[in-house]
Each structure stands twice: as structure tokens, then as C-alpha cells.
């Protein structure tokens, strides 16, 4: 496994040094369009930008509802289990390390 370390002067998160080899994010086109459950949350959001392909985009999980496990990847694809039914799940997009917005994403489970 590669690893590879940025420290940078732009904040990725107000308020805080964030210095490590994951979490900072990856190139658009980095971001799957397709997955096991769909496309990876950040996708419909990612591909709408200009030149997207050549920006970096980080989502970070606001909130999930507590009977979902949900594992959540840098490059925004994801896994999840869960009852049968609908969970919505919040969550936030940076562009370039620059807050862009939030949005939610509905996973379904059973008929």
C-alpha cells in the first residue's frame, strides 16, 4: 500500500490541522458512478461541476440513523446493512477544500 502524507495551508475543516494519509479527499474522477448500492453518494453532486474530474472532493457523514451500518470510503462509495425499510443519511461536500454544500442520500432495504 502506497502511502503519501499533504500538509497544507488551506483548512479542511474550520478551526482545525487535519495531517494525514486519509480523509483529504480525491480527484473527481476518483468518484465511482456505480457501486452495490448505486453510485457513490457524493457522485450526482461531483459530476455536475465544472472540470470536475481535476478537483478534489471530500464528503464527510453528518448524520446516519443508528440501526444502518454504514462504512463510508474516501472516495465517497459506501456499504451499508440495515432492517428492512428506508434510512436517510446526511452528509457534507467539499470541493478543493472549500465547504460546498449538504445533501442526503436514501438507502433501501427489503421489498
Not at 25 to 51: E, F, I, K, M, R
Not at 70 to 89: I, K, Q, R, W
Not at 95 to 104: I, P, Q
Amino acid at each position: 500500500m502506497s502511502k503519501c502524507l499533504r500538509i497544507d495551508t488551506t483548512e479542511l475543516i474550520p478551526g482545525a490541522l487535519v495531517i494525514g494519509d486519509t480523509g483529504l479527499g480525491v480527484l473527481g474522477a476518483g468518484v465511482p458512478s456505480a457501486g452495490q448500492h448505486g453510485p457513490a453518494y457524493a457522485w450526482d453532486s461531483v459530476s455536475l461541476q465544472a472540470n470536475f474530474a481535476g478537483k478534489e472532493y471530500r464528503g464527510t457523514i453528518d448524520s446516519a440513523p443508528a440501526a444502518l451500518q454504514l462504512a463510508a470510503a474516501e472516495n465517497t462509495s459506501f456499504t451499508a446493512t440495515g432492517p428492512d425499510g428506508s434510512h436517510a443519511v446526511a452528509w457534507s461536500l467539499y470541493e478543493d477544500g472549500v465547504y460546498v454544500g449538504s445533501s442526503s442520500f436514501t438507502v433501501r432495504f427489503g421489498p
